[in-house]
């Protein structure tokens, strides 16, 4: 409906033009009316019904009903006539004239170059308010790390909003442009035996070349700040030793299993965070939105930087779901790389660094990593293949194993009510393998913008964020439930953990800054006993020791990669050397993660020398 309404425009208008103000009645001449009209005309008015109408859903085909339609084609007509009419009479009452120059070779280049600086300018003014206006405040590490990941798999509605604001804002302004740089001709208009230079080609060339260079230099200046890509001197130029000498390396250190080894099942809940609880539990809320989560949570581990509900800082590097992933699995930040490493595009992601996933698998262990998106989006394929050989399982598999009807998507692949069904068919496959396993989840529900609003989710509250987080931390404990009561469950370690702090930001525009938000953490049927759970300061990198200890492993020096662990009463590095100091660190750039994590030359493999199993427990 959608096309047909622009096409009729696009033919009523060129014709009408065709015939009115066009002397030679050739072909070419009304494919170029038509192309005009079709495209320019229709880019305005949609900017106008968009912009000035205050109708932004008029990009969306599928809002395109009848009435819409007639009210697009109506007012695009009149406005459209009223134009072709004003032109008509100028031309004909007061002759107005104008003075063809030769195309040329120049002025085609020239023309196409002011339009290249316009677009760029453009594309840094756009997209950086819109980065900002849809992700909040993010680091320059998370901008740099998606230029440099696999966007496939990205959420539908995050390519339609990208369409929608920056791109056809773009698209529009240029289009405006262009209509500007062509009237690069002298005009005259004869009125009462005098001729009046009505517009002047020199005047236009000259404002032309300043909008295209204001643009340029303007937008790339407001993009940068508003980016903050001036913290990339910092990133590439300023160089930090804080990973070489605090980096505790895996393979080096000496670690035991328990002769029968547990099991792991580690559920990352997508932007899960402890703000969602009530005031007086240390959340942010009149109203707890969790209690199904909370009440799970007496019945466990739960570390906390003060005496209530508290959790990890985010620290630099951990801020967005593939970055949580990898702090919680390899203790160690998410760096943007200055050794030129794709993260997963050239099918490598980290590969010296040593993670949970390389330990396991050399003990042994089935692994298996679920995800309602496509494994593919920020490298999280070649993250867990190279590092575990995870059985991979996420929509584009779902898909194949003909578990959703073909072309299935939703959200960012298929909801988490049929990730959790999928779950269980899994868990139960490995149990029946009869080999200790490792089971990674993440849900993807709760993701911003307001969260997957699905049929079932109940609408208590007035903000569809909450309802989303309410419904979804329900499901995950009924899910939790579900494995407590299977046989394997008894010897299973159960892992709950936020990826990162909520990037929605309508949901949090209200909140008081000193708020600290934290994300929520939980484990549950370790046989480990914590020294001290609460006022830690501690990160996600040190859930990489926490989560082996919450599985028995006793780890020399309770230390891995950067991480400690929180069962012992060793100081976390926040808690030695202060938040600031760290941040600060991991920041800069560091050689050594360059070459000892990201170098194609290093590998991950794990030998178990270093980590026997104990015998007789």
């Known amino acids: 409906?959608?096309?047909?309404?622009?096409?009729?425009?696009?033919?009523?208008?060129?014709?009408?033009?065709?015939?009115?103000?066009e002397d030679e009645k050739k072909a070419t001449n009304f494919i170029k009316k038509f192309s005009l009209y079709t495209f320019f005309y229709n880019i305005i008015m949609l900017s106008i019904f968009k912009y000035i109408l205050n109708m932004p859903y008029i990009l969306d085909y599928t809002r395109y009903n009848l009435s819409l339609s007639l009210k697009y084609i109506a007012f695009s007509l009149i406005a459209g006539l009223l134009l072709i009419f004003i032109k008509k009479m100028l031309v004909t009452r007061y002759n107005l004239t104008k003075d063809y120059t030769a195309f040329s070779k120049k002025s085609f280049f020239v023309k196409l170059l002011m339009t290249l600086f316009f677009?760029?300018?453009?594309?840094?003014?756009?997209?950086?308010?819109?980065?900002?206006?849809?992700?909040?405040?993010?680091?320059?590490?998370?901008?740099?790390?998606?230029?440099?990941?696999?966007?496939?798999?990205?959420?539908?509605?995050?390519?339609?909003?990208?369409?929608?604001?920056?791109?056809?804002?773009?698209?529009?302004?240029?289009?405006?442009?262009?209509?500007?740089?062509?009237l690069n001709t002298d005009?005259?208009?004869?009125?009462?035996?005098?001729?009046?230079k009505v517009c002047s080609a020199k005047l236009i060339k000259i404002l032309s070349w300043v909008l295209s260079l204001v643009i340029l230099v303007g937008?790339?200046?407001?993009?940068?700040?508003?980016?903050?890509?001036?913290?990339?001197?910092?990133?590439?130029?300023?160089?930090?030793?804080?990973?070489?000498?605090?980096?505790?390396?895996?393979?080096k250190t000496e670690m035991t299993f328990p002769e029968k080894k547990r099991n792991l099942i580690h559920i990352y809940l997508e932007s899960m965070e402890n703000s969602y609880l009530s005031k007086d539990l240390g959340g942010y809320m009149d109203e707890n939105i969790m209690p199904e989560l909370t009440e799970l949570a007496k019945e466990g581990v739960h570390f906390s930087h003060n005496d209530k509900f508290g959790g990890a800082n985010q620290t630099y590097g951990s801020s967005w779901s593939v970055a949580g992933m990898v702090n919680m699995s390899a203790g160690i930040p998410l760096k943007v790389s200055t050794a030129k490493n794709k993260?997963?595009?050239?099918?490598?992601?980290?590969?010296?660094?040593?993670?949970?996933g390389d330990i396991l698998a050399a003990k042994g262990y089935n692994q298996?990593?679920?995800?309602?998106?496509?494994?593919?989006?920020?490298?999280?394929?070649?993250?867990?293949?190279?590092?575990?050989?995870?059985?991979?399982?996420?929509?584009?598999?779902?898909?194949?194993?003909?578990?959703?009807?073909?072309?299935?998507?939703?959200?960012?692949?298929?909801?988490?009510?049929?990730?959790?069904?999928?779950?269980?068919?899994?868990?139960?496959?490995?149990?029946?393998?009869?080999?200790?396993?490792?089971?990674?989840?993440?849900?993807?529900?709760?993701?911003?913008?307001d969260g997957y609003m699905t049929d079932k989710v109940e609408k208590k509250y007035p903000e569809q964020y909450a309802n989303v987080i309410a419904h979804s931390t329900k499901e995950a404990v009924k899910f939790v439930r579900w494995i407590q009561q299977?046989?394997?469950?008894?010897?299973?370690?159960?892992?709950?953990?936020?990826?990162?702090?909520?990037?929605?930001?309508?949901?949090?525009?209200?909140?008081?800054?000193?708020?600290?938000?934290?994300?929520?953490?939980?484990?549950?049927?370790?046989?480990?006993?914590?020294?001290?759970?609460?006022?830690?300061?501690?990160?996600?990198?040190?859930m990489f020791p926490t989560i082996l200890s919450s599985m028995d492993v006793q780890i020399?020096?309770?230390?891995?990669?950067?991480?400690?662990?929180?069962?012992?009463?060793?100081?976390?590095?926040?808690?030695?050397?202060?938040?600031?100091?760290v941040n600060t660190a991991f920041e800069k750039k560091s050689d050594y993660f360059d070459n000892e994590f990201l170098s194609p030359l290093k590998n991950s493999t794990f030998k178990t020398d270093k980590a026997p199993d104990r015998k007789g427990n």
């Open 486 to 542: 299977q046989p394997f469950y008894e010897n299973t370690t159960v892992v709950i953990t936020g990826d990162h702090l909520s990037m929605d930001k309508k949901f949090f525009k209200d909140f008081d800054p000193k708020y600290r938000r934290s994300t929520f953490n939980l484990i549950l049927n370790s046989p480990v006993k914590p020294v001290k759970t609460t006022n830690r300061e501690f990160a996600p990198y040190d």
């Open 368 to 449: 298996t990593i679920m995800f309602g998106a496509d494994a593919d989006f920020g490298g999280l394929t070649a993250f867990f293949t190279n590092h575990g050989k995870f059985n991979i399982f996420d929509s584009k598999a779902a898909r194949a194993k003909k578990l959703v009807p073909p072309g299935y998507f939703v959200w960012w692949g298929f909801e988490d009510e049929k990730l959790y069904e999928f779950a269980k068919d899994e868990l139960t496959r490995l149990h029946n393998e009869g080999k200790p396993f490792n089971f990674t989840m993440e849900t993807a529900d709760t993701h911003f913008p």
């Open 119 to 182: 677009i760029i300018g453009s594309v840094f003014i756009y997209f950086s308010n819109w980065f900002i206006d849809y992700f909040g405040e993010i680091t320059t590490e998370q901008f740099l790390f998606n230029l440099n990941s696999p966007l496939k798999g990205t959420s539908t509605g995050m390519v339609t909003e990208i369409i929608f604001t920056p791109v056809f804002a773009i698209v529009s302004t240029t289009v405006l442009f262009l209509i500007f740089i062509n």
């Open 1 to 21: 409906m959608q096309i047909f309404t622009l096409l009729l425009v696009g033919i009523l208008l060129s014709s009408v033009s065709f015939v009115l103000l």
């Open 219 to 251: 937008g790339v200046a407001h993009g940068v700040k508003k980016l903050h890509l001036n913290d990339l001197v910092v990133t590439y130029f300023s160089t930090s030793n804080y990973f070489e000498k605090n980096y505790v390396d895996p393979r």
């Open 343 to 356: 993260y997963g595009l050239d099918g490598q992601f980290l590969p010296g660094t040593v993670t949970i």
């Open 556 to 581: 020399s020096g309770d230390r891995l990669g950067l991480g400690t662990n929180l069962f012992s009463d060793k100081k976390t590095i926040i808690e030695r050397d202060g938040l600031s100091t």
């Open 187 to 196: 005009r005259f208009l004869e009125i009462k035996d005098k001729t009046i």
